[in-house]
């Protein structure tokens, strides 16, 4: 039996990808690892690997403590892919920009849920060798689809109109796409758009006076309920004809994963990053002109949202719990064995 000890301070800060993938992970292993691993949390007694989810401080200075046994770093963001995330001082950025770099050369290896940060990683000095892709999954038990009489059911319940009807999900930040998601909603007001997420990280977040505006005084066809708890977000997946995430910058993110679980329609940002992982299981959009052209398209032709729903389906498939928890599994044993 491996001992496993998780350090994370993910769930702090509500509405963000990382607390997901975090509380995806543990349950999957809490669930179906039980066999071969004993998990803990944020605990310092002696472990065979220590697996480190966020950047806190404490967690950084216990990585020079003697018992934490082999130390594995997950990679949820870079310094470039905080840009347009967070406003910071131009000396807070610069001395956080290299302490995430310093925490990640800390690790004795690191996982990544993207490969093309591979080499960029590589660029900070950081080799090859020690970094490992696995991917992101959703758990099929949180985020399910609906038959189309439970979907009519779920719109009148929430006071969805009958109309074509958009979800973005994630932070409202500039790098999310928000301000483009915005203006897609001004130029289709015949159709719903709907955006679940909200400031995270406060006054900090890039573009917060202009978007909060927005939120505060929306367009009449665009809502922003907030940051919902993922027991319900599954409603507004299976309530939705098109889930669109408009971002300009993205790792993993987890909401393409819980549309797909839910079969719902996914259109993207073309994305270099996406090809590799998503396996052209979306549609990709260069700019929102384009995403402009599309949302008509989709809205007119029922046989193009049935064809994404079924790459949404077969995405589903792909990113299963059953595969990734082998891959989990086999990943901590050999770990182990390198103490």
């Known amino acids: 039996m491996l001992k496993i000890n998780m350090f994370s301070g993910a769930d702090k800060v509500k509405g963000q990808g990382v607390g997901s993938v975090y509380d995806e992970l543990l349950k999957l292993l809490k669930t179906r690892a039980t066999d071969t691993l004993d998990i803990t949390v944020n605990r310092y007694s002696r472990v065979d690997v220590s697996h480190y989810h966020t950047i806190n401080f404490p967690f950084f200075l216990s990585t020079f403590m003697t018992n934490r046994g082999r130390k594995i770093g997950y990679v949820h963001f870079l310094p470039e ?32 849920v993207n490969p093309s940060f591979i080499p960029k990683l590589e ?7 020690k970094i490992t892709y696995i991917p992101n999954f959703v ?29 973005g999900s994630g932070q409202v930040q500039v790098r999310k796409g928000v301000p483009d998601f915005i203006e897609l909603a001004k130029r289709h007001p015949e159709m719903h758009f709907v955006w679940t997420g909200g400031f995270s990280f406060g006054r900090m977040t890039d573009g917060y006076e202009e978007l909060k505006k927005v939120v505060a005084n929306p367009p009449e066809n665009l809502s922003f309920p907030g940051i919902v708890d993922r027991n319900r977000l599954v409603d507004y997946y299976n309530m939705t004809d098109l889930f669109l995430l408009p971002s300009y910058n993205e790792l993993f993110p987890m909401s393409v994963l819980e549309a797909f679980s839910t079969h719902t329609p996914v259109m993207l940002r073309d994305l270099t990053l996406y090809q590799t992982i998503l396996r052209g299981d979306y549609l990709a959009a260069a700019d929102v002109t384009e995403m402009d052209h599309q949302l008509t398209r989709l809205a007119q032709d029922p046989t193009a949202i049935e064809g994404l729903k079924q790459k949404a389906k077969d995405a589903a498939d792909y990113y299963s719990e059953d595969r990734l928890v082998e891959v989990w599994k086999d990943f901590y044993a050999e770990q182990a064995r390198e103490v």
């Not at 990640?104 to 290896?109: E, G, L, S, T």
Request: cysteine-free.
């Open 123 to 129: 660029a900070y000095g950081i080799p090859k060798d």
């Open 139 to 167: 758990s099929a038990d949180t985020f399910y689809p609906v038959t189309p009489e439970k979907k009519r059911a779920l719109r009148q319940q929430y006071g969805f109109k009958d109309q074509f009807t958009v979800l």
């Open 81 to 112: 892919t905080l840009e347009g995330s967070l406003k910071l001082p131009k000396l807070v950025k610069s001395v956080f920009y290299w302490y995430v770099i310093a925490f990640y050369k800390r690790m004795d290896h690191l996982v990544v």
